[in-house]
């Protein structure tokens, strides 16, 4: 298993999730994707978008004022609920 790290914090919506499309085709089933935001609108589009295409959400998280961090398993492996 391997895990990136995609910093997006001070990109505007949509582009954390933009970069999230890109950035999750590139690893194999059961890879995480830990992404570091900090656009509100991005609360929602990223985990829906996750679930829409059967990735599994493991961890969300505040680690700001208004700043977030979600890890994403793509294909779903080993995911729990937020």
Do not use: S, Y
């Amino acid at each position: 298993m391997t895990t990136r790290v995609l910093e997006t914090t001070g990109a505007v919506c949509p582009f954390p999730l933009l970069e999230a499309k890109e950035a999750i085709a590139a690893l194999d089933a059961g890879d995480e994707l830990v992404i570091g935001f900090d656009c509100t609108q991005a609360t929602e589009a990223i985990p829906r978008w996750a679930a829409g295409e059967g990735h599994g959400v493991k961890d969300f998280r505040v680690v700001g004022d208004a700043e977030w961090t979600i890890t994403v398993v793509k294909d779903g492996a080993a995911a729990t609920a937020p």
